[in-house]
């Protein structure tokens, strides 16, 4: 194909002339931001002479010119009438058809189905796409600092925002039709390659950009294909293709003059080093020659610094709480083949226990798309997710660090790749334990760098000069974004690790290589809400994790012992109790009734649980853990069926009292029926001395059919001392309904015991690696 030329029409010049004297350049200057080597182009640019066409293209973009106003039209141009428009039109449109149509079926090949990992078949794109958003601004360009990011108390800290940093995001599809040139960025398996397929078979279906003929380019084919056919040219390349289809290169060159095309080229960053700026050259030179066409190429952030004239840079948003439940319906849906109810039923499985606390650090890694599908595939055989959360978390680690690239054939080349895989999460297991230690979730590119570098002179020692070493340091920080997105710039010069799991799991794999000296310390965060998902994949990864488990619960227990500061005279911690009956007015005082209780009861279920029962059942009723039965269920699940025997009776009568508590004489009249109904309970109290006590309370009330007036007299008269009279009988009868009201450091106190409490039988339940006789152990003397 024959070099093709512009040159600058008379007026053309002129406004040409006009911009340059308002920039202020030089023509030297000029030609470099052109990417010349001589000023000779932009020389014969302003004398009105003939110059390449993409050089021409470029001085008018540099210029903030409009091309047609520059341009002059060939000689040969002259002005077309209406009928002649016309034909043209209908000639263009005719042929577009005529392309589509002998590109469908290999464009379909191209982009119609997907490769799933594990998943032994191939994937209709349709059965799995989900719409995604699109970020018009990038999060790493933003001028944001530390203190913007990073705002608020730990313990109130947002997992799965990291913070502030979540942007508003656009539909795909508007971004596309928004911006003729896109340039879509986003981190590895945050499903680029995806979405760009599924605009070309929506355009190659007729149902997006009609007028279009879709291209879809994967850019390592490129490179590598056209280095062994000593064939560089990205034209003749794509002419190939659609040559192997009937297409002439007449016919394509035509369409793409026309502005017809939709040009997809797909993965910038897979193509190897050695041939990125031939392929670079190669984009440009093409967006130069047909840049009427659209033109849209995928990348991952922070892999290629070199920006396209022209082109808008996007960001692939994180999929959000509809995008999640839509893809785990259609996985399901397609892993299952012809039977879609079954795989309804196991994606609402997925959905419910993905929705549960515990699982909150996998919910955070479903936000990126190629995380959720692992997510998805570990489910599939067992319908629930591994009690060892690590598990899920080193094979997602696996995927991004190894099989994810070694899927797609490519090779990375720079100074990380020779760091082997245990060295790179030896790295990651170090930033990761010095960040979180200090409590940063977010840290300053120089600070990386510094870390990196310690890392690096630990392992070559002086092998590496200051300079060299900064450098590196710099260039592995890059490829860790890049290659893996493990790091994340959040805005310039801002980083965090992609997801606050894996800051965690790696916080966890630096103290299991260290156990020794470090698990001591991590159990001094025992009650520090931050440190608990640590605190668990510790004991999950340790080989024998008996010892930090009884550490953990002879904490606990130091809890309940330990001095508190004496409270100031205006503040008081006691409990009503009858005098000869009052414990010590403080938390182990409130322990020792419910042990005390707990072993005068019958019941089938574990004693720590009994335990966790009574504990929360004797709070006031105004106390945010008061009848929160969550530790005694997690303790033992049977708990969760229907209460009988004395456990039913305690927890009817500790809710009457709470109904008779909450009454006021403004009340009585609407709520008095709710109190009757509360203490009709013959059915748990035949045959026991109570039951004659509750009855002659229940007579004593006023009958729900009187004078609304009377009954509001009745309570003001008697109400309270009759509270008190039910409140004795319980106390009398059945060791219950004491007002138990801790001072605010016994609470402070209280909350810790029972969020530690909660964290050791996590532990439990984690599948963490204990000795029968231990784990029996701690079972029996919980509370």
């Not at 349709?126 to 990038?138: A, M, P, T």
């Not at 840079?313 to 012809?338: C, M, S, T, Y």
């Not at 660090?401 to 899927?407: G, H, Q």
């Not at 013959?682 to 002659?696: E, N």
Request: aromatic share 8%; with cysteine; hydrophobic share 40%.
């Amino acid at each position: 194909m024959a070099r093709r030329s512009l040159k600058a029409s008379t007026e053309g010049i002129q406004k040409a002339k006009q911009a340059f004297l308002r920039k202020g350049w030089t023509q030297e200057y000029l030609a470099g931001e052109v990417g010349l080597e001589t000023r000779q182009p932009i020389w014969k640019f302003f004398k009105g002479k003939p110059v390449d066409h993409h050089v021409f293209i470029e001085i008018c973009f540099r210029l903030d010119l409009d091309l047609d106003e520059i341009a002059a039209l060939p000689l040969t141009a002259k002005p077309h009438s209406k009928q002649n428009v016309q034909t043209i039109d209908n000639d263009i449109n005719t042929l577009v058809n005529q392309v589509r149509q002998k590109h469908h079926d290999k464009l379909h090949h191209q982009c119609g189905t997907l490769r799933l990992l594990d998943i032994t078949r191939p994937i209709d794109l349709d059965e799995l796409y989900v719409d995604v958003n699109i970020l018009e601004e990038i999060s790493s360009q933003r001028w944001l600092d530390l203190n913007d990011l990073q705002g608020g108390k730990s313990e109130d800290f947002d997992r799965l925002g990291l913070g502030n940093v979540r942007l508003e995001g656009l539909a795909g599809l508007k971004a596309v039709e928004r911006y003729g040139k896109l340039m879509v960025l986003g981190k590895p398996g945050a499903g680029k390659t995806t979405f760009l397929q599924y605009l070309a078979i929506q355009c190659n279906t007729g149902k997006f950009k009609p007028e279009q003929v879709p291209i879809f380019i994967r850019l390592k084919n490129f490179a590598e294909d056209a280095c062994c056919e000593n064939n560089g040219n990205l034209f003749n390349y794509i002419t190939q293709e659609f040559e192997r289809c009937d297409v002439t290169a007449q016919e394509l060159e035509t369409v793409l003059n026309q502005g017809r095309a939709l040009l997809l080229l797909d993965g910038l960053d897979e193509v190897p080093d050695a041939m990125s700026d031939a392929v670079i050259r190669q984009i440009r030179q093409l967006a130069d020659h047909y840049y009427k066409n659209q033109i849209i190429i995928t990348c991952r952030i922070a892999a290629k610094e070199y920006r396209f004239p022209g082109f808008t840079e996007v960001e692939l948003a994180d999929f959000k709480r509809p995008q999640i439940e839509q893809f785990v319906k259609n996985w399901f849906i397609a892993v299952a083949r012809n039977k879609p109810a079954s795989g309804l039923k196991k994606a609402a499985l997925f959905l419910e226990q993905l929705e549960s606390p515990e699982n909150q650090p996998i919910r955070e890694l479903a936000t990126t798309p190629v995380l959720l599908n692992l997510s998805c595939l570990v489910f599939q055989t067992k319908t629930e997710f591994p009690k060892k959360r690590c598990d899920l978390y080193k094979q997602g680690l696996d995927l991004l660090l190894i099989r994810w690239d070694e899927a797609r054939g490519i090779k990375r080349d720079d100074i990380y790749r020779n760091l082997s895989l245990s060295h790179k999460l030896q790295l990651l297991s170090q930033i990761a334990a010095i960040t979180f230690e200090q409590g940063d979730y977010f840290f300053t590119e120089s600070t990386l760098v510094h870390l990196i570098g310690d890392y690096l002179q630990q392992q070559l020692g002086d092998r590496l000069d200051l300079a060299t070493l900064e450098l590196d340091s710099a260039a592995v920080l890059k490829s860790i974004e890049a290659q893996h997105g493990l790091l994340v710039e959040r805005a310039r010069g801002i980083y965090s690790f992609s997801h606050l799991t894996f800051q965690e799991y790696f916080t966890a794999k630096a103290i299991v290589a260290d156990a020794e000296t470090s698990i001591p310390q991590l159990l001094s965060h025992f009650t520090e809400k931050r440190w608990r998902e640590v605190i668990l994949l510790t004991a999950q990864m340790l080989p024998h994790a008996d010892g930090m488990v009884q550490c953990l619960k002879q904490q606990i227990d130091a809890l309940v012992v330990a001095e508190v500061e004496k409270p100031d005279k205006n503040e008081r911690s006691h409990a009503k109790l009858p005098p000869a009956e009052t414990p010590s007015h403080t938390l182990p005082g409130l322990l020792d009734w419910m042990r005390q209780k707990s072993l005068t009861v019958t019941t089938p279920y574990k004693s720590a649980a009994v335990r966790a029962f009574y504990l929360t059942l004797a709070l006031p009723p105004t106390h945010r853990l008061a009848g929160d039965s969550t530790l005694a269920l997690a303790i033992d699940p049977r708990l969760a069926g229907e209460f009988a025997g004395d456990l039913a009776l305690d927890l009817a009568l500790t809710q009457a009292l709470a109904v008779a508590i909450a009454l006021t004489p403004d009340r009585i009249d609407d709520r008095l029926n709710a109190l009757h109904l509360a203490l009709e309970l013959d059915y748990l109290t035949q045959g026991k001395p109570i039951s004659t006590a509750l009855r002659q309370l229940k007579q004593q009330l006023p009958n729900c059919q009187d004078d609304k007036d009377k009954i509001q007299q009745w309570w003001r008269q008697h109400g309270q001392e009759w509270v008190a009279q039910l409140r004795s009988v319980m106390i009398d009868h059945r060791n219950i309904g004491y007002e138990w009201h801790l001072g605010a450091l016994w609470q402070k106190r209280f909350d810790s015991y029972d969020y530690a409490n909660r964290l050791i039988v996590d532990c439990l339940k984690s599948n963490c690696q204990l000795t029968a006789t231990v784990r029996q152990e701690i079972e029996t003397t919980l509370l």
